[in-house]
Nanobody, 124 residues
Framework: QVQLIESGGGLVQVGGSLRLSCAPSTNTFSSHAMGWFRQAPGKEREFVAALTWSGTNTYYADSVKGRFTVSKDRPNNKVYLQMNSLKPEDTAVYYC?????????????????WGQGTQVTVSS
C-alpha cells in the first residue's frame, strides 16, 4: 500500500522559515489532490493548504495565506509546503494527505491516505 512520507519539521524562531516535504512511497503514485493539515495539542485537525495533482490550482487557509506556499515537484511527485514568517500559533504536527475523489479539499474526512506527521515548533 502506498505511503506518504513527510520530512522537514523542526524547531524555528518566530519569523523563521521551514520547508516540509511529502514524498509518496512509489514513483507511480498519483491522486486528484494533495493537502496539508495541522493539529495542535487539544485542537482539531485543520486545513492548511492544498493543490490539485496538476499543480494548477492551489488553496490556502486564511491564517496562512501570504506566508505559506504549496507546490509540487513533477519529476518525483514530491509535494512541498514552504512556510515563511512563522508564528507561535503555527506550532503543530503537520500532515500531508492525498485524495482520489472530487469534492472538498479542505475537509480532512475527504482524504484517503495520510502521512505520519512531522512536528513544527515555533518559539517566541
Amino acid at each position: 500500500q502506498v505511503q506518504l512520507i513527510e520530512s522537514g519539521g523542526g524547531l524555528v524562531q518566530v519569523g523563521g522559515s521551514l520547508r516540509l516535504s511529502c514524498a509518496p512511497s512509489t514513483n507511480t503514485f498519483s491522486s486528484h489532490a494533495m493537502g496539508w493539515f495541522r493539529q495542535a495539542p487539544g485542537k482539531e485537525r485543520e486545513f492548511v493548504a492544498a493543490l490539485t495533482w496538476s499543480g494548477t490550482n492551489t488553496y490556502y487557509a486564511d491564517s496562512v495565506k501570504g506566508r505559506f506556499t504549496v507546490s509540487k515537484d513533477r519529476p518525483n511527485n514530491k509535494v512541498y509546503l514552504q512556510m515563511n514568517s512563522l508564528k507561535p500559533e503555527d506550532t503543530a504536527v503537520y500532515y500531508c494527505a492525498a485524495k482520489w475523489t472530487l469534492g472538498s479539499l479542505t475537509t480532512p474526512e475527504d482524504y484517503d491516505i495520510w502521512g505520519q506527521g512531522t512536528q513544527v515548533t515555533v518559539s517566541s
